[in-house]
């Protein structure tokens, strides 16, 4: 079991998984989330993003399956009058196979992000997670994230 760099190259790796985890917010928001595009259109999607600079996105690997991912962000915010200049890792993406769920695998995907936060200077690792995901909330909670606020939102019928 290990945890590797997925390069902008192998995004094709993610789509299984990635599929996984947009099926379940489609089916709880579908006024929120549309169908995913063709598969090669979210592999130029995803090689696109994985290649800025500030993007990375670790793998979970277990005799060469991808077992698990996440894509994350190193943001250098500046300070404000409000609060303090801090480097952050931004969670956008946490997935772990549906039948690999509950061994470790998102906490140890967790733990390497705080890793490559710690090694940029980091202060802060960050995540959002959908109300009704319950996975994502207990596994948030034992990798010791707490909640700081709520985002709330209308959407129009248009």
């Avoid at 500046?78 to 931004?90: I, K, L, W, Y």
Wanted: hydrophobic share 40%; aromatic share 6%.
């Amino acid at each position: 079991m290990t945890i590797v760099k997925i390069p902008p190259s192998q995004s094709h790796r993610l789509l299984p998984l990635l599929h996984q985890v947009h099926d379940l917010h489609l089916m709880h928001q579908p006024d929120r989330y549309a169908p995913l595009p063709e598969d090669r259109d979210m592999i130029a999607h995803l090689q696109t993003w994985l290649s800025q600079h500030d993007i990375h996105a670790l793998g979970f690997e277990k005799g060469g399956a991808l077992l698990g991912y996440t894509i994350i962000e190193i943001e250098n915010r500046d300070a404000t009058p409000f609060r303090a200049s801090e480097t952050r890792a931004m969670v956008h993406h946490i997935c772990v196979d549906s039948e690999q769920r509950r061994q470790g695998i998102g906490l140890a995907l967790l733990e390497a992000a705080r890793a490559m936060l710690r090694e940029a200077g980091g202060q802060v690792l960050a995540i959002t997670y959908a109300e009704f995901n319950s996975a994502s909330a207990g596994l948030v909670e034992r990798a010791g994230l707490r909640p700081v606020m709520h985002f709330a939102e209308w959407r129009s019928d248009n």
